[in-house]
């Protein structure tokens, strides 16, 4: 099944925690909420490394997402692994095996992220099995 739509997202950045020689480390509290084909939120904590060099930074990060796609209703978990070298982006995220919980359980897949002109869209290609 694949879900196409947009979501909102809601920021709450902690201070740095290290910061050593230009590069810094800092977490982050992400709240977004969902729609389109899927429908739902979700609460994402991420730490994220910036260094000196301009457009380069990576993060991880998990997301639990709690919600509604095709006619299921349930939660699952989405691990995110991201990295700009010097501007050119590289992004996954996939969801953990075995994180579904009620209608998804079984669920498996990635999602794919655009943000233009500051929207945020997502494509969500997912499966259900046990």
Known sequence: MIAKGTFEVTMKADPPYSATDGVTLAHARFDKVFAGDLEATSEVHMIGARTPVEGSAGYVALERLEGALGGKRGSFVMQHN????????????????????????????????????GKHSYTLDVTFGV
């Open 82 to 117: 991201g990295t700009m070298t010097r501007g050119a982006r590289s992004l996954s995220v996939t969801i953990v095996p075995d994180s579904g919980t009620g209608g998804f359980a079984g669920i498996a897949g990635e999602m794919t992220i655009d943000i233009v002109e």
